[in-house]
Structure formats: C-alpha cells, structure tokens
C-alpha cells in the first residue's frame, strides 16, 4: 500500500512513501511462497536419502547407559545412506547449546547435564543447520515443564522452522515396563509437532532396541506422514500392540516435500486449506467473520490443532479472551411488526367503553391477523437470527470448554490421539429422561408407524413390541464412541460386542420394560440394559435416540447411533439362529418380523448427509445410499469415492441393505463391479500394510504362491501360472466370512468374481515395492500397464489367456524347444563344476581348435569364448556369460537367462557339510540307488532338497523357474559322486578359479601340455 503526501514543493510534485501492510492473520501459500516453489514443473518431492539431515540428540545425564546406546543405533539404522555420512549432522544438546557435528562422530557423544531442548536453537550453528536443513530429528526421553515447552514453541516460531519435515522420537522403557501408551510423556517433543506442517512422533523402546528389535511405535503422524498411519484415539485402554509400527527402513525410503522458508513467519498449518499467524489471530483488534469463525471451529481437527499449538505457545489466555469477545448477542425479544400492542390497547379501550359488538369483532379480527403476521415475521426474521447466534455460541462455547479440557491436561501422549470429542462433548442420558417415557409413545394405534402382534409374555392383542438390548461387556461399554465407531457405524456392527446385544427376547414395551426395571434381565435371564418400543423414529425421535444411547454407548448421546443399530439389526438377521425363519417356526419368523420392521422403519425414516460427510445436504438414508453407489460406479474403478475408502465390512453391509431395499439405481449386476474394486482396494491396503511394517516379503509371498505353484515357497515354478480364483489365503480371516457371505447372497460362488482382471492386478502390484497410500498405487498401477486399466474399469471384459500371458512373461521357452540343446544332461568334469572348456549342451568348444597359449591365458580366451556363447545360446547378459539375477526393466521382471547356477551350488551345499556327512553322502552315492537303505535314501532326498533350496532362496541367479530343476539336481549328482571319488574334493575349494579348474580338466582328460612359459598345444 502507498500513501501520497503533499509537500513543500510546487503543488504539481508530490512524494510516494511506502507504508508496510499489516500481516493477515490468514496467510495464502500461493502469495506468500516463493516463484520458484511454486513451478510445478520442478520436483516437488525429495528422497529422505538425498536431504541434509540433522539428528538432534538428547545427551542429557538420563540417557546415560542403555538409552544413549539406543538413541545412537537408532540414528545409524535410519541414515543408511553414504550421502548421509557427507550431508547430515548431529546436534548434541543437554543444557547448553553446541556445535553440529558430522553423522560419523555420533558414537563420541556422551550424557550429561540438564534437559532443556530450546538450547538447540538458541546455538546460531546448530539453528543454521536445522533452518539449512531438508527434515530433522528430535531424539529423547526426557519430560520438561510447561514453560520450557513455551520457551521451545518461541524459538521454533522465531527461527521460522515449522515448514521442514521432522521426526520425533521418544526413547524410553515403556513397552517393556508395560507402561500404557497413554502415559508416556511427550512434553519435548510437543512443541514441535503442534507447530510443524509435517511431523511423526514415533516410541522407541530401547530394550527391544537393543535386544536386536529394531521398530518404532507410531504415536501420531500429521502431514507428509500420514500415509505412515494415523492413530485416531491413544486412550487408557489402548496398549502398545494395537499401534502402528514402522521400522528404519521405511523412514529411509520415504519421500518428503520440498519446502521453504515463508515470508514473515509465524505460520500454523491447521489444515491442508488453511494457514494462519497466531499471533495476528489473537491481536485484540482483529475481528472474524461468522465465515472465518466457522473455517477454524467447526471442523474438530481443524480446532483441536489450533488449540493445541496455542498452549505450546502459551497462548491460552490470549485465545479465551479471544473467542468469548466473537460471541453474539442472542436476540431476546420479538419485534411487534404489526402493532398488536395498539389494538390490545384498542379493544380493551372498547370493551371499557361498551362500545357495539362490530366495533369489538373486528378489532378482535383485527388482533387476530396482527399476531399472525408477528408470528410469521418473527420466525422469517428474529427467530432464524436468534437460532443463529445459538448455534454460533453453542460452538464457542464447546470450544471454550474443550480449551479447559486442553490448559487442565498435561503432555503425555493421550493428547497425541485424534480421538473425537464428539463422545467428551456429548450430552448423557439422565434417569429422568428415560422416566415415563414409555407413557408418551407417539403411534397411531390403526396405523403402521409401530409393529404390534400378540405379546408372548402377557398375551395381548395388537401390543406394540419392542426390542430388548443386552448389557455390553465391561470392556466394551463405551467402545462405540471411538473415532472409528463414530466415523464408519455400519461397519462396527460386525463387532462381537455389538452383534450380540440384541436379545432374543421381543415381547411388548410394558412387558419388557418390567422385566428389565425390576430384575436388570430378561426372561430368559440374559443382562439386560434397556427396551426400545417398536415405533416411528420420525414421531419418537427423543425416546429413540435416548434409548439407543443407553444400549449401545453408556448413555453417551452421539451422532452414530440409528447408522450404528441398523447395522447390528442387520448383523443379528444374517447370523443369529433365533432370528432365521425356518418352514414352521413360527417363533423365529416372529422375531424376524420384527426385527425386519424395525431395520426398514430406520432405513426410510432415518436422516443423513446425502454424501455421509459432514458438508452434504440432508436427505432421507436410502438416498444417501443411492448417492454414494451412484459415485462409485461412475468414478470407474477409482478408489477414491467414499464407498470404496469404506472399512469392508460397512461396504458389504451398504451393498446388502441396498439390495435388500432396491435402492433406485443399484447397478444390474447387483453391485459386482464394486465388490471387485474394493477388494481390490483391500488386497493392496494388505499389501501396503505389510511395506509399512517391513514385511513385504510375507505380503509378497502370499501374492506369489497364489499365482504359482512356488518351490520351497520362495520362487515361482514356470508352467503353473494360474488365475487367482481362492480368496481364503488373499483376504484377512477377519473379513472373510462376511465376504463370502455377500457372494452368496447375490448369487455368485465365494471366490473372486473376476478372476482375469483381479490376476493382472495382483501381478502387477508384486512390482510396486513401495507406496505411500493406496490410492496412490493405484495410480502407480494404472501407469505401469494399460491392462491394469481394463482389469478396473472393465474386469469382465478380460480374458483369461491375456492375464495368463502377462503372468508367464517372466519365463523363457522350454530348452528341449532350442536347437541349440542336443543334450539336457551337463555332467561334472572335475569336483567344482562342469567342463570350462566346452558347451555340454552342444559340445562346441570355446576356443577354436588348434589354439596355443599359455593356461592363463588359455582360461581367458575360454572365458571370452564362453560368455558369446551363452549370450548367443542361453540368453545370457553381463561380463562373464554366467547366470545373473532377472533383470528389471521399468519395474517389470524380465525373463532371465535359460541356465542356472546348478554345479556352483551343488559344491556349496556339500563344501558346508561336516566331514563325516560328506563321507556318507559319497559313500551313498557311489553305492546307487537301487542299493539304497531308506536311510540313505533320506540323506540324499535332503541333500537334493538342499541345492535346490539354496539355488531358489540363496543363490537367486538365472532361470530358477525351471521345471526340470528337481530332476537336473539329481542328474548331476551321479557324475559328482564319480569324480569326488575319484578325484576327492576339498571344501576350501569351492571357489576354485577358472584357471585352477582348466588345469583339473586338462590333466583329467589327458590333454599334452608344455610348460606355461612355452604355451599349450593339443587343443
């Protein structure tokens, strides 16, 4: 902004003075970033190995003995990389500020003095090099107080570092001690990641560390991290088995933003869409909007982080102050648009004055459409305002409750947890509220808005029924309020604790309510908590809402309750014996009846966001149901539409309940097209759940072994591919059963509905080593292989033999096909390997005949000769023409060469046998198989067994998809057994060089030979 002054000068010449424009409170990262931050067409993301890297460590005098050891391994198991030896440092900080120091002096550290982690920035050199720096690390197990947490918030907030990616990490003994996640204190490292855009806090427990045990313990994760997990509560009852963990070599691999310093700092990330500066936020002078207000209060995150970073800041006061002076004045009056109070005055006048009966109707008349049109102008006008300012307070005034809830709570890592409030806010159902309720039930009794039939109790006629619901567990009784219960309600019905509430008992409200009121059971003595008369929700909201809470989440009165009983209704009608109508039982089909009513009562009663998240309109359930249906089938094959990212268990039971309901637009295949791209979604959550855990070999394997019969489980066997139709070994145990259940239900067989198109997947994504979420695999799947694209969009459209193409594509013909290969049997020679002077499958030499040199130099044009012939012949690649791994060209694993590493490995495996073993063995050998004892038969069996073992799980080199391997194995060993014996065979041999093995071969076959210095000739 300029201002243009007048000055002493002629009046045509002025003075431009520039005057500094106040900071926003809400900062546009588009303005506010540099140019060249903002150039898309530069990478965006950086290798975690290829940043500057500084590992702040806590050598404060606690850490001294075990703690410091862990700390010091635990940075060396994450900085693998060399670079990270050239460009990371190591800040060490007790007390007092010091130097950075290279990555390769971290085992000179040693502990001592206080904890005081504002230190690190208070050192200009270690500040410069976290401000330099492309991610950084907090190593510590300390706890500090309140104020040295504010004192850190201020350095943080003045060096201007909450853009760059960091790590937390507390070391300690919780995990062993069986110390619950919830207590360990996070105090260090709390200012740092309440103020970051991008931080993972993570545990470490250094008796597992250094016992071998090498995995951290996801607290929480926010920002690039959250692809890593994010742990949604970090409650009393949450233990150290039920967390994410994430091992070294997953953060090494792990990609972060490129980011950069912002212009004027002081910038808090609340969300990915809005960026503000506090300390402008709380200016007393500055003034929201209800728009500004409703961006930072009404999202739960959003608020939570906000007050969060506050209290790091200290800043509680300033934010109490802040939102109690946004409140508005609630509107406590009516405005009397139409004048009644003059006509009151007016008639009661006339009445006084005994003035005619017209005079008085029509002034009566009059006062009659004055207090119509007041009633209607003030419920167009006041009345909305007044609805208004209570909304708007009701949320500042949550807030201001919640951010007393924060100031009275300490640092320990329950505070870690994004564990709704939704539960601690929520109102909680009084005895009074349940009291007489019965007595008010809304029902027309000659209509259809209650279910009645005859009570099995107490015989009458037409009663309205009602539902009894059984006490949960004691460890379950507020399970239901969780973030994952109170975020996906139809997928917690197959809970165990929520699938069983329901009792068999349905008898009529006055019946039931006795029995429970009075004895706590039911008649058949089931626990019981509550009754819930079969009735219209829309005409009993309150009773059923009220009543739904005291069954369901401790009288806590959350928003997911109707969602979440209709899913255990549904789960009660697929799996309880009591509520499956048999021909005859007229009991059973009673309770059915029942409990049928119920679910379409809910299912057309009941109200939700059309796009079930908190921004969508309001409109009937099945419309909601036919909306998010509708999405997913037009977002072909995506991931991303709400119903896909749905937890499985809720998918299928949306699915069946739009079946069972015909929900206008439900897709003519009932649904299989989604049914395949979600579990496709789950196979690939699997699978990234594994990488995150650094298992994917387990997750791999379990592909591999679906697709192929695998040898020793480790390597594919060419010639079995298969398509992958059984989904017992793909699919979790968990979510099995329900899974199959579906299938049945629409009349498919249990198995994968589209076994082409789900085979090129699974192939495909045995490609992809690492990922940070499932959608973006699937991105990665779809630009690795156009199939991959039919196989989403259209899976029945694939053939069988495309995908049995693309899963033998890693394999060579058979050799017996090569006119190359005149011989399949390739024999010992000398004790170490086969001839190195010819092709046994061809018996052509490797040098020509006639050729003279010396044996050193002989064994060098026998190499030459050697490798063109097995480029030419076997497909071979690389200096020597021997087997080498497959290669791996665009992440496809490309055939590898037709011969494997069999006489190499055969010597390997018995050169590692003790002496006496290989005595036997030759013994066995040279005796024949016919002459076999089944001991002996046993020995070699395994020693077979063994080489092949070693070839597909060691040695990994050219073709070990070989069919024939087995019988190659025990082809070759007869011709090892002949020349052992004859020539013996020294272990410390086994890798005997080429030279020393053409010399063996020479004298064995007799060849003439003159001294070295003179050549050879005979060849």
Not at 693 to 719: S, V
Request: glycine share 6%; hydrophobic share 40%; proline share 4%.
């Amino acid at each position: 902004m300029s201002a243009v002054l007048a000055s002493t000068a002629p009046a045509s010449v002025t003075q431009t003075i520039a005057v500094p424009q106040p900071l926003s409170w809400r900062v546009d990262l588009e303005i506010n970033d540099h140019n060249d931050h903002n150039d898309h067409s530069k990478p965006q993301t950086v290798s975690f190995n290829e940043v500057n890297t500084v590992f702040a460590v806590d050598i404060s005098g606690s850490v001294a003995g075990g703690v410091l050891v862990t700390e010091k391994n635990l940075v060396k198991a994450v900085a693998t990389d060399p670079r990270h030896l050239t460009n990371s440092k190591v800040v060490a900080w007790d007390h007092g500020p010091r130097d950075p120091v290279p990555l390769s002096e971290i085992d000179r550290l040693a502990a001592s003095g206080g904890t005081s982690p504002e230190c690190i920035l208070t050192c200009n050199s270690s500040a410069h090099a976290i401000e330099q720096s492309g991610a950084w690390f907090l190593v510590t197990d300390g706890d500090i107080d309140s104020h040295s947490v504010e004192r850190f918030a201020s350095q943080i907030v003045k060096h201007n570092i909450t853009h760059i990616p960091a790590v937390i990490v507390v070391v300690g003994y919780s995990v062993t001690s069986n110390q619950i996640p919830a207590k360990a204190n996070i105090s260090v490292g709390a200012s740092v990641f309440f103020l970051a855009d991008h931080c993972l806090f993570l545990y470490a427990d250094s008796t597992e560390w250094n016992a071998g045990k090498r995995l951290f313990y996801l607290l929480q994760a926010k920002g690039c991290f959250e692809h890593l997990g994010v742990v949604e509560s970090i409650s009393q009852s949450v233990q150290w088995s039920d967390l994410p963990v994430v091992v070294p070599e997953v953060l090494s691999d792990i990609l972060l933003p490129k980011t950069e310093a912002r212009a004027g700092g002081g910038i808090t990330r609340l969300n990915d869409s809005l960026y503000i500066r506090i300390d402008t936020l709380l200016n007393p002078g500055t003034c929201l909007t209800q728009a500004d207000l409703h961006d930072i209060f009404n999202d739960e995150a959003t608020r939570m982080t906000f007050f969060h970073a506050c209290k790091a800041r200290g800043l509680l006061q300033n934010l109490r102050s802040f939102i109690s002076r946004h409140k508005i004045e609630e509107i406590t009056s009516v405005e009397d648009f139409a004048n009644a109070q003059a006509i009151l005055r007016r008639l009661t006048q006339a009445r006084q004055s005994a003035a005619p009966i017209e005079t008085l109707l029509a002034l009566q008349s009059q006062l009659r459409d004055a207090y119509r049109q007041n009633e209607q102008h003030n419920r167009d006008n006041f009345l909305v305002r007044r609805a208004d300012a209570r909304a708007h307070n009701a949320i500042l005034e949550l807030a201001l409750r919640e951010l007393f809830e924060i100031e009275r709570a300490g640092y320990s890592a329950d505070q870690l947890g994004r564990l709704s409030n939704r539960a601690a806010r929520a109102d909680i159902v009084s005895e009074n509220e349940l009291t007489n309720q019965l007595d008010d039930l809304n029902f027309d009794p000659a209509g259809t808005d209650s279910f009645r039939r005859e009570c099995p109790i107490c015989c009458e006629e037409d009663a309205v029924m009602a539902i009894t619901c059984k006490v949960l567990p004691s460890d379950k009784v507020e399970a239901n309020t969780n973030d994952f219960a109170l975020n996906f309600p139809l997928a917690c019905g197959s809970a165990t604790h929520n699938a069983d509430v329901i009792s068999a008992q349905i008898a009529c409200y006055q019946c039931a309510n006795y029995t429970v009121s009075e004895f706590g059971r039911t008649i058949v003595r089931e626990e019981a908590t509550v009754v819930v008369p079969l009735v219209s929700l829309a005409k009993n909201a309150k009773l059923w809402r009220t009543r739904l809470a005291v069954a369901l989440t401790n009288r806590i009165q959350v928003g997911n309750l109707v969602q979440l009983f209709m899913a255990v209704l549904d789960e009660t009608l697929e799996h309880k014996g009591w509520a499956r109508a048999e021909d005859g039982d007229a009991e059973v089909r009673f309770r059915r009846d029942a409990l049928e009513w119920t679910l379409g009562m809910l299912w057309r009663e009941f109200r939700t966001r059309k796009n079930f998240l908190e921004t969508g309109e309001m409109v009937q359930f099945p419309n909601a149901v036919a909306f998010v249906i509708e999405e997913a089938s037009s977002a072909g094959g995506s991931v991303e539409p709400w119903l896909i990212r749905y937890p499985i268990e809720g998918f299928l039971r949306i699915m069946r309940l739009a079946k069972r309901f015909n929900v206008p637009g439900l897709p003519l295949d009932e649904g299989l097209h989604l049914f395949h791209t979600r579990i496709m979604a789950l196979l690939v959550d699997n699978y990234h759940a594994h990488i995150k855990r650094g298992g994917l070999d387990i997750a791999a394997n379990r592909i591999w072994a679906a697709l192929y019969d695998l040898r020793h489980g480790k390597t594919p066997i060419e010639g079995t591919a298969r398509l992958v139709m059984n989904i017992d070994d793909l699919i979790h145990p968990s979510s099995l059963k329900n899974v199959k259940d579906y299938l049945i239900s629409i009349g498919r067989e249990p198995t994968f509905p589209f076994p082409a198109a789900t085979t090129i997947l699974l192939r495909r994504l045995l490609e992809i080593k690492n990922h940070d979420s499932v959608a973006h695999c699937f991105v990665e799947l779809r630009a690795h292989d156009t199939a991959v694209i039919q196989a989403l969009e259209h899976p029945d459209q694939v053939a069988d033999q495309d995908a049995l193409d693309i899963l033998n594509e890693m394999f060579f013909p058979e050799l017996a096909h090569d006119s190359h290969i005149t011989s399949q049997f390739v024999p010992f020679v000398t004790p170490y390997g086969p001839s190195v002077a010819k092709c046994e499958y061809c018996d052509e030499l490797f040098a020509p005949p006639g050729t003279e040199d010396t044996v050193e130099m002989l064994a060098l044009k026998f190499r030459q000769g050697r490798q063109a012939h097995f480029i030419k012949h076997l497909n071979a690649f690389g200096d020597t023409g021997l087997p080498l791994r497959a290669p791996i060209v665009n992440g496809r694993l490309m055939p590898p060469s037709k011969h494997y590493n069999l006489h190499h490995n055969v010597v390997a495996v018995y050169a590692e046998l003790s002496e006496d073993e290989r005595k036997a063995l030759l013994e066995t050998g040279s005796v024949g198989e016919a002459g076999w004892a089944e001991e002996q038969r046993a020995s070699m069996e395994a020693f077979a067994n063994a080489v092949v073992e070693r070839i597909v799980g060691v040695d990994l080199r050219g073709n070990i998809y070989d069919h024939n391997m087995e019988e190659d194995v025990w082809n070759v060993l007869k011709s090892f057994w002949e020349i052992v014996r004859r020539d013996g065979f020294e272990p410390e041999k086994k890798q005997v060089r080429m030279v020393e093995k053409l010399r063996m071969e020479l004298k064995m076959l007799g060849w003439s030979t003159k001294e070295e210095t003179e050549g050879l000739t005979g060849v």
